[in-house]
């Protein structure tokens, strides 16, 4: 059970702020194109340990599977800017970028925070392979999980489930469930076989993280490698303030 390492409920959690903040970034990219927007946990620098832990393994070609396209979603997208540091680097650092193409697709559930990933793409990054859709992960019956089955090669989270964990809200057509209960049997249903799930976040342990993603080992999600951060040691136990672990479905 995950209630023992339940969040407690936050703003953070709600639509309606995702909604109002990006209205004001859209506001102030339209004001400023210069300005995209923040970089979550840039002070750890997740995003680009991220990049580089997957640079790292096509690289070496270490990945649990071999395909010429390598579909990428960015779970909880924001402003998109994984997506697009994704590619930039991929361009300057990935020795096979030129034998595999890289198609880059970005969800959130707020239409603001769609809106502004997506003129982001037109205005600085017109020939990349990107798309941006509205997508509800939590929705039982979701279209768009169910178009995509089974398609995603590399899954991303930066901090979005961690904001899902910081709503206790039951849903109703999940029997009651909050979000965290949920969260990886919604998004196992567009991962294949050795797909791979990369997430970062800086409200869960390692432990719990990995208690909560593989449902205490109940489901078809396991740990398949990590990234290490700095740590720290207080009271005889030793710990991270960020962690990115990398789950593969079998």
């Given at each position: 059970?995950?209630?023992?390492?339940?969040?407690?409920?936050?703003?953070?959690?709600?639509?309606?702020?995702?909604?109002?903040?990006?209205?004001?970034?859209?506001?102030?990219?339209?004001d400023?194109?210069?300005?995209?927007g923040?970089?979550?946990?840039?002070?750890?620098?997740?995003?680009?340990?991220?990049?580089q832990?997957?640079?790292?393994?096509?690289?070496?070609?270490?990945?649990?599977?071999?395909?010429?396209?390598?579909?990428i979603?960015?779970l909880?997208?924001?402003?998109?800017?994984?997506?697009?540091q994704?590619?930039?680097?991929?361009?300057?650092?990935?020795?096979?970028?030129?034998?595999?193409?890289?198609?880059?697709?970005?969800?959130?559930y707020?239409?603001?925070?769609?809106?502004?990933?997506?003129?982001?793409?037109?205005?600085?990054?017109?020939?990349a392979s990107?798309?941006?859709?509205?997508?509800?992960?939590?929705?039982?019956?979701?279209?768009?999980?169910a178009?995509?089955?089974?398609e995603?090669?590399?899954?991303?989270?930066?901090?979005?489930?961690?904001a899902?964990?910081?709503?206790?809200?039951?849903?109703?057509?999940?029997?009651?469930?909050?979000?965290?209960e949920?969260?990886?049997?919604?998004?196992?249903?567009?991962?294949?076989?050795d797909?791979?799930?990369?997430?970062?976040?800086?409200n869960?342990?390692?432990?719990?993280?990995?208690?909560?993603i593989?449902?205490?080992?109940?489901?078809?999600?396991?740990?398949?490698?990590?990234?290490?951060?700095?740590?720290?040691?207080?009271?005889?136990i030793?710990?991270?303030?960020?962690?990115?672990?990398a789950?593969?479905?079998?």
């Open positions: 059970m995950t209630e023992d390492i339940r969040l407690n409920s936050s703003k953070l959690g709600t639509q309606e702020y995702w909604n109002n903040f990006y209205k004001r970034e859209i506001e102030n990219f339209h400023n194109p210069a300005d995209t923040e970089c979550w946990f840039d002070d750890s620098d997740a995003e680009l340990k991220m990049i832990f997957l640079i790292n393994h096509l690289n070496e070609n270490s990945l649990p599977f071999e395909k010429e396209e390598l579909k979603i960015d909880g997208t924001g402003n998109g800017h994984l997506l697009f994704m590619h930039e680097d991929m361009d300057e650092d990935c020795e096979v970028n030129d034998q595999i193409s890289l198609k880059y697709t970005g969800i959130d707020s239409p603001d925070s769609v809106k502004f990933a997506s003129d982001i793409a037109i205005t600085k990054y017109e020939q990107f798309e941006f859709d509205q997508v509800d992960l939590l929705q039982k019956e979701s279209e768009f999980l178009k995509h089955e089974g995603y090669d590399i899954l991303l989270d930066k901090g979005t489930l961690d899902i964990a910081l709503n206790n809200e039951p849903l109703e057509e999940h029997d009651g469930k909050i979000g965290m949920i969260y990886s049997r919604q998004i196992s249903k567009i991962m294949h076989k797909s791979i799930l990369l997430i970062t976040s800086c869960f342990t390692e432990s719990e993280l990995i208690k909560v593989t449902e205490n080992g109940t489901n078809n999600l396991e740990v398949w490698d990590q990234i290490q951060y700095p740590s720290f040691q207080f009271g005889g030793k710990g991270s303030t960020i962690c990115s672990i789950f593969i479905k079998k």
